[in-house]
């Protein structure tokens, strides 16, 4: 791998670490101030929400400028929000504005990978990014519930200093302003990844002018016969996987009687599973062999029903880390296959515009799926139940969309994998 690919690495996971130890304090934030059970939940979609409204200007902007400054500039945005929470905006919206970040931050983290690497390392460059971004999310979620524990914040709140009110009262607010300094730790690697010598694509004088350019390439992604299978599957995963962080929170107290902190490190516990799939599948598969891991995708939704059965600490964690460990083995190469042809149809900051927008998009469903569930009485068991039979329904959907085009469109099918082997073996 490139020097700059480690640089790459290093800023993807400092800033994943704070997006996610913020999750938790935002979590604790509105439990702490005794908003209702469907707000806490909301905080999952409400991060989506600015994915889906600036997708179509999110691509251009990654490919308009350097993709470190414009990490930068996305770190930037997402300490905004932190500052928001800390002074008195409503935690939801204040999220929202994090996830505004987050949503100009990922088009270029992905996008610099095609630009940096040639398609023969783009799985195993997935699979480190991935295996690492899991491995932010197990420190970050582990890092926020630790943050929001007495033992950190009650020597936090204990510090006084003289001729200083800093308004910062709660465990929660003491673990948002010390996730500032995090941020700005990535925001430094941000400043030293390379210019890729890639030529910029200026924005248009008028961005609304964007809009249609956007559509057409969500359009010509979802037409390709592996571009539909592989945006398809990984936005899938990622709606459920975005949900899981609060799901889980929300199952270790019901069945488990957890506080939040406690609950954090089971979230953790997932997401160290997903880690150790995703290194396993940047080492197995290939870009032509993505579409067989499919199956997976069923029994992630099988396995979130069989949550509810489970009331024991020493059964729940092994189950989460295998829940987790299908999910890493799913995501990696359907990712790889996307980016790779995501990147022959239309840019490579374009196209990761496209996947998020279809990935926040279902994030933001499935989302507001579960909250309304809980908002109108459902229990934590029966919620989680109902959406893991819609995740396991609509990747049988899937599959069996894969297989019709096998029927149908054979020809079409074995030329883009052939085309993907070359790369594999030229690039």
Known sequence: MKRGFYTIMSAQFFSSLADNALFVAAVELLRSGGAAEWQRAALVPMFALFYVILAPFVGAFADALPKGRVMFVSNAIKVVGC????????????????????????????????????????????????????????????????????????????????????????????????????????????TRIPHTGVEMRAMPGNLLQLVPDFWTCNARLWRDKLGQISLATTTLFWGVSGNLRYIILAWSAAALGYSTTQASALSGVVALGTAVGAIVASMRMSL????????????????????????????????????????????VPMNALLQHRGHNLMGAGRSIAVQNFNEQACILGLGAFYSLSTGIGMSAFGAITAFGVLVAGVMWLIQRWHARNLVRHKDEVDHLLAIARHDKAHG
């Open 288 to 331: 032509d062999r993505a579409t067989s891991v499919m199956p997976l995708g069923i029994a992630m939704g099988l396995l979130v029903v069989l949550m509810n059965f489970i009331d024991n600490v020493w059964l729940a964690a092994p189950f989460l880390i295998l829940l987790g460990g299908l999910g890493g083995f799913l995501v």
């Open 83 to 190: 500052l928001m929470m800390l002074f008195g905006a409503h935690p939801l919206l204040a999220y929202a504005v994090v996830g505004l970040g987050a949503a100009a931050y990922s088009p270029a983290k992905y996008g610099i990978l095609t630009e940096l690497l040639p398609a023969s390392q783009l799985v195993k460059a997935n699979g480190w990014i991935e295996g690492l971004t899991i491995a932010s999310i197990i420190l970050g979620i582990l890092l926020g519930g630790q943050l929001v524990g007495q033992a950190i914040a009650g020597r936090m709140l204990g510090l006084d200093f003289p001729f200083l009110d800093t308004g910062i009262d709660t465990a929660p607010e003491a673990a948002i302003f010390l996730l500032i300094f995090v941020y700005a730790i990535a925001a430094w690697f941000n």
